[in-house]
C-alpha cells in the first residue's frame, strides 16, 4: 500500500507564474488533474488577486475529496487525494471539514506535529498518514476511488506520507494559505469577503504561546 502511494499523485512541471501564457499554463495544468471549475476559478483568483501574497498556498476540493499544492509563484505542484471530515458540510458541525480562508501558524504547527492553519482562533489541521490523528481504515480509505470512503476524519485533513514529505512538510515552518472549498454554501463571497469566519476544525486545541 505504502509503495503504492506514487500512484496517488501527480507532479506537475514548474510554470513562470504572473503573464497571460502562465495563466493559461496552470488552466491546463489543472485540467491535466481532472480539477473542478472552482479550483480553477479559486486558484486563478488568489493569483491574480495576490491574496495569497507570494506565499506556497493549497486549494482543498471536499466535493471530490482533492488536494491541490502550489507554490509562492502560483505553480501548481501535484495534486492528491484526502481524507476529510465525516460529515458533508461546511459549518462548525462536528465532524464536518470547515470550508474559508486560513493561514499557516508555525508554533501551533510545530506544537501538533501537522500543519495548522487559523482564522483567528479558528483552526484547521493537516496530517501526514499513517499518524497517531489517522482515522482508523485511513490508508484504504485513501486509496479507495469513492469520495464517500474518504469522508471518515473528525473533521482533520489527511494525506499519504510520502505526498507531505515531499509537497506539504516545509509549510509548517513558513508561511502559507489554505483555501478549503464549500460543499453546501456558495463559493462566491465566501472565501474573498474580508474578516470571514471559519469553523474550528475538531482536535486543535488552541494553547496560548510563550510570553
Known amino acids: 500500500m505504502v509503495l503504492g502511494f506514487g500512484v496517488f499523485f ?7 507564474a504572473g503573464s497571460p501564457e502562465a495563466a493559461a499554463a ?33 486549494v482543498v476540493d471536499k466535493e471530490r475529496a482533492r488536494l491541490f499544492a502550489f507554490d509562492g509563484m502560483g505553480r501548481l505542484q501535484a495534486s492528491a487525494p484526502v481524507l ?41 489541521s493537516l496530517h501526514a498518514l499513517p499518524s497517531p490523528a489517522s482515522p482508523g481504515r485511513g ?5 479507495s476511488d469513492r469520495v464517500e470512503d474518504k ?15 515531499q509537497f ?14 464549500p460543499e453546501v454554501q456558495a463559493l462566491h463571497g465566501m472565501l474573498t469577503a474580508p474578516g470571514v469566519r471559519v469553523a474550528r476544525s475538531p482536535g ?3 494553547t496560548r504561546r510563550p510570553s
Open 168 to 181: 506539504l512538510a516545509p509549510l509548517r515552518n513558513q508561511g502559507s494559505v489554505a483555501y478549503v472549498l
Open 139 to 143: 490508508l484504504q480509505r485513501l486509496a
Open 84 to 124: 476529510l471530515g465525516a460529515l458533508r458540510g461546511d459549518a462548525p458541525d462536528v465532524p464536518a471539514t470547515p470550508a474559508g480562508r486560513f493561514i499557516t501558524d508555525t508554533w501551533q504547527s510545530a506544537q501538533a506535529d501537522a500543519i495548522v492553519w487559523v482564522n483567528g482562533d479558528v483552526a484547521l
Open 204 to 206: 486543535y486545541t488552541a
Open 10 to 16: 501527480d507532479h506537475t512541471a514548474a510554470t513562470t
Open 26 to 58: 496552470l488552466q491546463a495544468d489543472l485540467a491535466r488533474q481532472s480539477a473542478s471549475a472552482n479550483v480553477r476559478e479559486i486558484a486563478q483568483w488568489a493569483i491574480d488577486s495576490g491574496d495569497h501574497a507570494g506565499l506556497p498556498f493549497v
Open 151 to 165: 469522508r471518515i476524519s473528525d473533521g482533520s485533513l489527511h494525506v499519504a506520507s510520502d505526498f507531505y514529505q
